[in-house]
């Protein structure tokens, strides 16, 4: 979601893409990126954050931090989950615009979190990607930077979040995520796909995609079984909190 169409001319106009991302077919994004997406490694979520502790310390976000953030997540889902219900295709109400929200209430806090350790990210909506040669482009609906000067901001992760299948925001964020790189100049640059419940993180190097296995945020009954979310689904703070660290770095930090 997120993405402009090609197709409205004044807006291309505006643009210096030539195709927007959710124009491109899996066969050309293959070419484009030169790999086979179904190829790409998928690793288990504790092998992609194995050296979050570490990463975390050096970064000074402490142990307490990071409890209380989990915390803070887990009672602003289900302050989602009361305020527009569970995110399912099942219902007829359930919109793209849920799963956005969604994805607004988690990563507040967590922004918060890395603020106090003194990062200075920000995240943007509908901020536009382009590729160096101009091919390609679109604009994301999340996108974390980070102000390493007065007029510089260097990407650190992007969100994808589509109403259906994680398989329809793939291409999408891989050509983004290798394009923020480029824009980079290099580093390390992460990305996240979610339909709601369901969630992958992705990394790359500019070597190789790095993929985790699908991994679940939420839960219906997640309000009686606090404890169960913290052992199970609280990941996704480890995560995005590893992310936001070591996104947007030019050391490789994480070897997976």
């Known amino acids: 979601m997120g993405f402009l169409d090609d197709?409205?001319?004044s807006l291309k106009k505006r643009s210096k893409w030539t195709t927007s991302y959710s124009?491109?077919?899996?066969?050309e994004a293959e070419k484009r990126l030169n790999i086979?997406?179904?190829?790409?490694?998928?690793?288990?979520?504790?092998?992609?954050?194995?050296?979050?502790?570490?990463?975390?310390?050096?970064?000074?976000?402490?142990?307490?931090?990071?409890?209380n953030t989990k915390d803070e997540v887990y009672y602003?889902?289900?302050?989602?989950?009361?305020?527009?219900?569970?995110?399912?295709?099942?219902?007829?109400?359930?919109?793209?615009a849920n799963v956005s929200d969604l994805v607004l209430y988690i990563i507040g806090p967590i922004i918060s979190a890395m603020k106090k350790g003194g990062r200075k990210t920000l995240l943007k909506r509908e901020k536009e990607i382009i590729s160096a040669d101009g091919q390609t482009g679109g604009m994301e609906e999340f996108i974390v930077v980070d102000r390493v000067a007065i007029t510089?901001?260097?990407?650190?992760?992007?969100?994808?979040?589509?109403?259906?299948?994680?398989?329809?925001?793939?291409?999408?964020?891989?050509?983004a995520i290798r394009d923020a790189r480029e824009n980079n100049l290099g580093g390390?640059?992460?990305?996240?796909?979610?339909?709601?419940?369901?969630?992958?993180?992705?990394?790359?190097?500019?070597?190789?995609?790095?993929?985790?296995?699908?991994?679940?945020?939420?839960?219906?009954?997640?309000?009686e079984?606090?404890?169960?979310?913290?052992?199970?689904?609280?990941?996704?703070?480890?995560?995005?909190?590893?992310?936001?660290?070591n996104g947007g770095t030019m050391t490789n930090s994480v070897a997976i």
């Open 23 to 27: 124009r491109i077919s899996i066969e």
């Open 36 to 67: 086979r997406i179904d190829e790409i490694r998928a690793v288990p979520v504790d092998v992609m954050t194995s050296d979050s502790p570490t990463i975390l310390k050096d970064a000074g976000i402490d142990k307490r931090t990071i409890a």
């Open 188 to 223: 390390i640059i992460y990305g996240f796909v979610t339909t709601g419940d369901d969630w992958r993180m992705l990394k790359y190097d500019g070597k190789e995609f790095v993929m985790t296995e699908k991994f679940v945020v939420l839960f219906d009954t997640m309000s």
């Open 225 to 245: 079984r606090k404890e169960r979310w913290l052992q199970e689904n609280a990941i996704i703070v480890d995560c995005m909190l590893i992310a936001l660290t």
């Open 76 to 96: 602003h889902i289900l302050q989602y989950l009361d305020i527009e219900g569970y995110p399912t295709e099942a219902s007829s109400d359930f919109k793209e």
């Open 7 to 9: 197709t409205n001319s």
């Open 152 to 175: 510089e901001e260097r990407s650190v992760l992007i969100i994808e979040a589509k109403r259906q299948s994680m398989g329809q925001a793939m291409t999408q964020i891989l050509l």
